[in-house]
């Protein structure tokens, strides 16, 4: 059974970090597209990085400031947010293209989520 489970997520300060992680089991997370999205209240789910191809892709929003990274040997996703802005504030959720259709920047392409983490920033 395919199932993603995020972690990591809380209350932060302006500037401060955070790191998410994203546990995956019943595939390898290596071998497959893995992306994190984001949604705050009230907007649509928007994209934040991806690992494809050997290759890591990020949003404007977050180039700079975040990191993706992959924990092969605990088949994990991680994502290391650095400088998080108030604006960052939104639901996380880790999600895997699992199919390998479907434009890899819209949420549509991906078939299986995880439940999302809670990331705050606020002074």
């Known amino acids: 059974q395919v199932q993603l489970v995020e972690s990591g997520g809380g209350l932060v300060q302006p500037g401060g970090s955070l790191r998410l992680s994203c546990a995956a089991s019943?595939?390898?997370?290596?071998?497959?597209?893995m992306a994190w999205f984001r949604q705050a209240p009230g907007k649509e789910r928007e994209f934040v990085t991806i690992?494809?191809?050997?290759?890591?892709y990020y949003a404007d929003s977050v180039r700079g400031r975040f990191t993706m990274s992959r924990d092969d040997a605990k088949n994990t996703i991680e994502l290391q947010m650095d400088n998080l802005k108030p604006e960052d504030t939104a639901v996380y959720y880790c999600a895997v293209n699992y199919d390998g259709r479907g434009v890899i920047y819209y949420s549509s392409a991906y078939e299986h989520w995880g439940q999302g983490t809670q990331v705050t920033v606020s002074s």
């Open positions: 690992a494809r191809g050997g290759n890591t």
């Open positions: 019943g595939f390898t997370v290596s071998l497959y597209n």
